[in-house]
């Protein structure tokens, strides 16, 4: 089957009010509105390309996104790349290791470099928290942020509720708990701020260890007691404990953790007959989640992985076909 010259939808017919920020920062930056929009245009490309022999969409030919990644991730690089390609665009693939990064090269000259090249869209993942704003400054072209530091990760955000839409339908009125290391999270930052603007309740839990200074000032509420937190709930989110960013003891033992914070079949019970599951991944089975509840009903954690291609085709197209600031 040949694939459609048609978009998907037509940026020309996107109301003005309705345009997406230059760069995709922060959910922080989107409107109820335009998030919609870009959940709409998500499900429109997922009708668009099912059933199809090649699942391409020509929309984006002749266009460069390049894939700047200072920090490790698979599912996040292969997940952009994919997004690109299905929408036939091109495709630079700049890792830190092994580049002129690892002599030395800034930031800013790296920006440089991409700027000569003519990219016009840059997914940048960087350890440092800020670092795709500092690159926004510097490139003429779409900067998206895949993750920076501990600060936020708005196409995981994104992708996250897209999946509960799928589930739940409207989010608005839904509550939603966010479990774990929040502290370490950027996934965690990007799910309330965005759940928050779509009208879901939000409630964060969390030993008081691994919650950020100043989570007061968030749009959700706070509990330390997870049994409390978990009757009656649309979605239980489980983040994973990162231990690679902790330099301290955050709590007692994994035993200890996986006892009062960790998701178990009793738990699980908790939620509402329709309840789902989420997990941002890679997880720590039998610490944060046992692994007959990751694998287990109502568990939607593979089908994310898959909506992360979808919904980042979707920002891809809305950035790159006009339908955003210029």
Known sequence: MTTSAIPVIDPALVPATLALPRHLLSTGDLTADTATLILDTAARIEQAIAGREVRKLPTLRGRTVVNLFYEDSTR??????????????????????GSSVSKGESLKDTALTLQAMGADAVVCRHQSSGAPHRLANWVDGHVINAGDGTHEHPTQA????????????????????????????????????????????????APPTLLPIGVGSWPCAVDYDLDHALPGADAVMMLRVQRERMGGAFFPTERE??????????????????????????????????????????????????????????????????????
């Open 76 to 97: 996040t690089r292969i997940s952009f790349e994919l997004a690109a390609k299905r929408l036939s665009a091109d495709v630079i693939n700049f890792s830190a290791k």
């Open 158 to 205: 994104l992708l996250d509720a897209y999946t509960l839409r799928r589930h739940l339908g409207e989010i608005a009125g839904r509550r939603i708990v966010i479990v774990g290391d929040v502290l370490h999270s950027r996934v965690a930052r990007s799910n309330v701020l965005l759940l928050a603007t779509l009208g879901a309740e939000v409630t964060l839990v």
């Open 257 to 326: 953790y996986s006892r009062r914070y960790g998701l178990d079949g009793r738990r699980r019970a908790l939620l509402a007959p329709h309840g789902i599951v989420l997990h941002p991944g890679p997880m720590n089975r039998g610490m944060e989640i046992e692994p007959s509840v990751a694998d287990g009903q109502g568990s939607v954690i593979v089908e994310q992985v898959g909506n992360g291609v979808t919904v980042r085709m979707a920002v891809l197209y809305l950035l790159l076909s006009g339908a955003s600031e210029v």
